[in-house]
């Protein structure tokens, strides 16, 4: 054996390991990005929030409907949270000595937005438009689940891609189950 042929098959040796590498940090790789993905958008089903904000004083007992404070959730695809001047206009005369509503006098104060961590989020590749929902006949509970009760919002849904699928499925929803209705 000469020196050549030594060398061609280490060649040869070194291009049938590419192949299996590749394949190997491609999957190793999806693997961190899926471990990501589920620590981003589904590990804390209950966070502690800057203001801790109960929906059972305000939603049951003071009777708020959803739509007061979310009140763009009919009309854009996030329902989004009220402004702090939208809190200030109950709170500069209703509970002004709690701890809590001092937190929201600050913010209110620096004219800074209260931080809040989103409980119920979908990954950005997702296309969740809520007022397509509304509009549908959907109540809130149905997916966010007996919020009204919550003195701190726990997700009580996956929201993940089967539960989504399973929802049109059982209401048959036209295009319920094409890709490109979510992901846009």
Not at 24 to 38: K, P, T
Not at 76 to 92: E, I, L, R, W, Y
Not at 143 to 151: F, L, N, S, Y
């Amino acid at each position: 054996m000469n020196k050549s042929d030594t060398s061609i098959s280490v060649r040869d040796a070194l291009a049938h390991f590419k192949i299996p590498v590749f394949i190997g940090l491609v999957g190793m790789g999806g693997f961190v990005l899926g471990y990501l993905v589920q620590v981003e958008f589904y590990s804390d089903i209950s966070p502690v929030q800057p203001i801790a904000f109960s929906h059972r004083i305000h939603v049951s007992q003071n009777e708020i409907p959803c739509m007061y404070c979310h009140a763009h959730a009919d009309k854009t695809p996030s329902a989004g949270v009220p402004s702090v001047s939208k809190c200030m206009g109950c709170h500069k005369v209703i509970a002004t000595d709690s701890p809590e509503i001092q937190k929201l006098y600050e913010y209110w104060k620096k004219q800074e937005p209260i931080p809040w961590i989103k409980v119920h989020d979908v990954p950005d590749f997702v296309h969740f438009p809520h007022k397509r929902h509304i509009k549908a006949g959907l109540e809130c509970q149905q997916c966010h689940g007996p919020v009204e009760t919550m003195d701190r919002v726990t997700r009580v849904s996956s929201l993940k891609m089967p539960w989504c699928v399973d929802c049109h499925t059982e209401r048959q929803v036209e295009n319920g189950r094409d890709c490109w209705t979510c992901h846009k």
